[in-house]
């Protein structure tokens, strides 16, 4: 259930972003399409932030204290450019246009996300 939550909250934060931020853009013919398209893309983007993030983040751990941890904005930028990509390949229309708009389309969905965390209940500090 608990992931279920997640990608809908990922889904809305995307919507989110799309509403913001010029040049994050979901395309489909009614609102049904746009929902599942944001659906899916939240999936792409919840595995690629569980399978990449931590690897880079172990990698390029000199990089994350060299900059007081600045360069997350940068590698979340990256990572919603390759979920782009990717949902691009599944067919999903949903488009990213360059790195500035995925810079501050991952600050968007960082944010909606965390407080959509904050205000739902039931989430991970239930794990008795």
Same mark, same amino acid.
């Given at each position: 259930? !608990?992931?279920?939550?997640k990608?809908?909250?990922t889904?809305?934060? +995307?919507?989110?972003?799309e509403?913001l931020i !010029?040049?994050?853009?979901v395309?489909?013919d009614?609102a049904?399409?746009?929902a599942l398209? %944001?659906l899916?893309v939240?999936? @792409? =983007?919840g595995?690629? $932030?569980?399978v /990449?993030?931590p690897? @880079?983040?172990?990698l #390029?751990c000199a =990089?994350?204290?060299l900059?007081? #941890? +600045?360069?997350g904005?940068v590698? $979340?930028?990256l /990572?919603l %450019? +390759?979920?782009?990509? /990717?949902?691009g !390949?599944f067919? %999903?229309? =949903?488009?990213? &246009?360059g790195?500035w708009p995925?810079f501050?389309g991952?600050?968007?969905?960082?944010?909606?996300?965390? %407080? /959509?965390?904050? +205000? @739902?209940p039931?989430?991970d500090?239930? &794990? &008795?």
């Amino acid at each position: 259930m !608990r992931i279920i939550i997640k990608v809908a909250i990922t889904a809305v934060a +995307l919507w989110v972003a799309e509403l913001l931020i !010029r040049g994050i853009t979901v395309t489909g013919d009614s609102a049904g399409r746009r929902a599942l398209t %944001l659906l899916g893309v939240a999936v @792409i =983007f919840g595995v690629v $932030n569980a399978v /990449l993030k931590p690897i @880079i983040k172990t990698l #390029g751990c000199a =990089f994350y204290v060299l900059t007081l #941890g +600045l360069i997350g904005l940068v590698v $979340n930028a990256l /990572l919603l %450019l +390759l979920t782009s990509y /990717l949902a691009g !390949r599944f067919d %999903l229309p =949903f488009h990213v &246009d360059g790195f500035w708009p995925a810079f501050w389309g991952a600050i968007v969905v960082g944010v909606v996300g965390w %407080l /959509l965390h904050v +205000l @739902i209940p039931g989430d991970d500090d239930e &794990d &008795d």
